[in-house]
Each structure stands twice: as C-alpha cells, then as structure tokens.
C-alpha cells in the first residue's frame, strides 16, 4: 500500500484545505492497511470519500485519509426486495443508475447524487422527503467497520449495536466503513408530479408547509435580501412519484466550470438580479412532470460549481430549531441576513419531521431547517454567522457539522450532548480537523 503526500485536498467550501498523508486502497481487504500506513506517516488518519463536506469534519489537516472512492463494487441487489449492499465508495450516482431502471430508488438523499454510501451513512444524511422519511440511517440495515482494536466487523441492531447507533453520524470517527446494506424505495416512475408554488413571505412558507405534510417532498427557496413586508418570500416545492412516465436513469457527466473566477461570480448585485429573475421566471409557477435529477438534484447539472465563490472560498450554514421557536428564530435569522446586505445565493427551507434516527449524534430534530451559503469575505462573514449562531442558540438549536466549518465547540457541545459517546468510541487511530477543534480543551 503506498501513501502518497497530497498538499491540494479541499473541503468543499473551499475555505479549508491543506497536506494529507493519501491511500486509496482499491478492495475492502486493503483499507486495514490503509489505515495503519497514513496513521503511522500523518499521525491519525480519517476514511474520505467524495469530499462533499462544506467544512472540516472531512479533513484531518497535517494528517491522513483512506480515500475510499476506489471501493466502487456492487455486492448484491436483491429486485424483488430492494435490498441493496454495496462497497462503502459507491457513490449514489452509481447507485441511482442501476436501480431506478428496475424499478428503485435511494430512500433518502442529499441535494447532490455525489456523496457515496459510506458518506451518506457517518452524516446520516437528510432530504426532502425527512418530514415522512426521517434520515438516511433510518433506511440502513448493516454495515461494515474496520476499527484498529478489532478488525472489519459487522454492525446493526442486532450485531454491536452500540458501534451501529454511534457510526450513523458519527462522521467516520467510530471506524472506516467498508460496506453498506441499505432499503430502497419502490417507484412506479422516474418521473415525479411537481408543483412550484410562491409564496409573499415567512407566513406564507409555514402555511405552505402545514398544507403539504402529505407530500412526500418538500422545500423552500427564499429570497435572503428581502426584507420588510417580503421578508422569507420565496418559492415553495412538493412532488411526489408518478405513476407513468418511464424508468430512465439521469444521463451521466455535465458541463463543469472550467476555471476560479478571480473575484467570484455570487455578490449582493449577481444574487439580487438572480433573485428577481428566478421568482419571475415561468418555472416559479409550475405544475407538471420533471425527471428525479432536475428535482433532487439542481446543483449537478454544473459539475465543480462551487468554483462560483472564487478562491477564498465560501462558508455553506446550516441551522435546525425546534418547533416550539422556528418561526421567530427563522424570522430573525432572515432578518439578520438581509440587514447585513450579505446574500446567499442558496438559501434553502424547509421543515423537519418527527421520525427518530437510529444515529445518536443525528443533526434533525422537529422543527425547521434554514440551509445558506456566503462568500468567504473574511471577519465580516464570521462576525456575520456569529450573529446566526446566537440566535440558533437562544431557539435551543443546533448546526449541521457537515455543513460548517467554524462551528464553535460551546455550541457543538450544547447541541450534541452525546458528543462525549462518540468520543469515547472513536478509534484512536482515527481524528478529523473537527472533531480535534471540538474536543481540544482550551
């Protein structure tokens, strides 16, 4: 196994980057060694897939990382059931193509089809579909772990169930994982009914969401820099599956941006023309049939798109807060951002449901969910998520550590009070830039 020294891996916010110690063992039998020969060069290592992660919690920065992309095999799809088990590197991408022509689908899934399965299980990663869903790890059956005091072992509610309800976002501290037994979902289609509805303002969302409880997906798209009498307009989205209209996967690869523009492409002036344009557009009044990958998917029609922020980077937050204090809490954080004059340009709502996650340090909660990205542009945009955070704070919530890259330790440990098992867990062999900042004692 050859580790080789890599100066250039990137979170994907752009923001955190630096020297890792890289593997990439290409079967499940190599990721022991793996493990050990970055261990042994970086001092810790940490299991990397697609890098999708906006912040640190996918980096071990001066340390080491198993990529695991090349962990790329299909083990067995059982049609009849939908039982599907796979190499912890498959990616959903890869997953989506074989399935939905037989009639499947992932039960849950992120807005990006380029995470693979044993990233999806340490974020225990949400969707549209949460408020009747739940999580990604609500849908896992097993799973395998590699730990370094025992070897691959086999976990789920039966076997080593502690190990299991900790790995499920558990952010890949607990073991490398080098397989996946996930439930898939039946579909008729791979078309889905959508309706794109607008909505003047925050009331109008929570309205729209009250009403759309039986629709299997929703979200929101808000205008960050409306304020006043529109503040939290926005665009409100819910399809369900169809029950005709053929079983066609999405069309693999895409157009990507070529190049870092300088001086980044998304500033108050591009977003606010954007803003107008997207609610005027026909679209924001739609009522129809689209395919699964314009729907779940938008961001990947541009491959490498978060290039748009330019070479500083940008810092992607998100928040969830409990039903008793959404409304207010969501009313002051808009009010918050459009006051700063500081747009996110992916500014994304939505409600969260009741269904509990078997993980136990899963980021969901009942309530709502406010996703935003800006710009890195330095303290001003700290002292900016700052102000977000306390209100978070002040509404007993909690922030996604998949999303952000600067979350503070006080409000991680307040979040997550059982932050303690997982640490306790964790494989001593493994660390992540995160997970240091947040247990280092001051």
């Known amino acids: 196994m050859s580790v080789r020294d890599d100066s250039g891996v990137l979170a994907w916010g752009r ?38 992660s906006y912040g640190d919690s996918g980096l071990n920065l001066g340390g080491g990382l198993v990529r695991t992309t090349g962990l790329d095999r299909l083990i067995a799809f059982d049609r009849e059931t939908g039982l599907l088990r796979a190499d912890a590197g498959v990616s959903l991408d890869a997953v989506l193509r074989v399935a939905v022509p037989t009639g499947w689908f992932v039960p849950v899934t992120p807005g990006t089809k380029f995470v693979t ?62 397989w996946v037994e996930l439930r898939l979902e039946r579909i008729a289609s791979a078309m889905l009914d959508v309706e794109n509805l607008p909505f003047d303002d925050l009331d109008g969302f929570f309205s729209l969401a009250e009403r759309s409880e039986s629709w299997p997906f929703t979200v929101a798209w808000v205008d960050t820099l409306a304020r006043g009498a529109g503040l939290g307009r926005g665009i409100f989205s819910r399809g369900r599956w169809a029950q005709t209209g053929g079983l066609e996967p999405h069309r693999p690869g895409g157009p990507r941006l070529p190049v870092t523009p300088p001086g980044g492409l998304l500033n108050s002036v591009t977003v606010g023309a954007f803003n107008r344009l997207y609610r005027a557009r026909p679209g924001a009044r739609f009522h129809g049939r689209q395919h699964y990958d314009p729907f779940f998917y938008p961001l990947d029609r541009l491959r490498d798109w978060n290039r748009m922020y330019g070479p500083r980077g940008f810092y992607q937050w998100q928040c969830a807060v409990p039903v008793a204090t959404m409304r207010e809490a969501t009313r002051t954080l808009l009010d918050t951002v459009a006051a700063s004059g500081d747009a996110s340009f992916l500014a994304v709502l939505k409600t969260f449901g009741d269904v509990p996650s078997p993980g136990v340090l ?27 955070d306390r209100v978070v704070a002040e509404a007993g919530g ?10 503070p330790q006080a409000m991680f440990r307040a979040g997550f009070p059982r932050w303690t098992e997982l640490e306790a867990a964790r494989d001593p062999l493994l660390m992540s830039s995160f997970w240091r900042r947040m247990t280092e004692e001051a």
Request: hydrophobic share 40%; charged share 20%.
């Open 398 to 407: 909690r922030l996604y550590p998949a999303k952000d890259g600067r979350l």
């Open 15 to 52: 923001v955190h980057r630096g020297r890792h110690q890289v593997a990439e063992p290409a079967t499940r039998g190599e990721v022991g060694a793996a493990v050990r020969e970055t261990a042994a060069a970086g001092g810790t290592t940490l299991g990397h897939g697609l890098g999708r």
């Open 362 to 388: 899963s980021f969901p909660m009942p309530g709502a969910t406010l996703a935003l990205d800006f710009a890195n542009r330095g303290q001003d945009t700290l002292s900016l998520l700052a102000r977000l």
């Open 117 to 178: 399965l044993g990233g999806a299980v340490a974020n225990d990663v949400h969707g549209k579909n949460h408020h009747l869903a739940g999580s990604f790890g609500c849908h896992v059956s097993r799973f395998g772990l590699w730990r370094s005091d025992r070897g691959e072992i086999q976990c789920s509610v039966e076997d080593n169930a502690d190990l299991f309800a900790l790995t499920i976002g558990g952010l890949g501290l607990t073991g490398v994982i080098t």
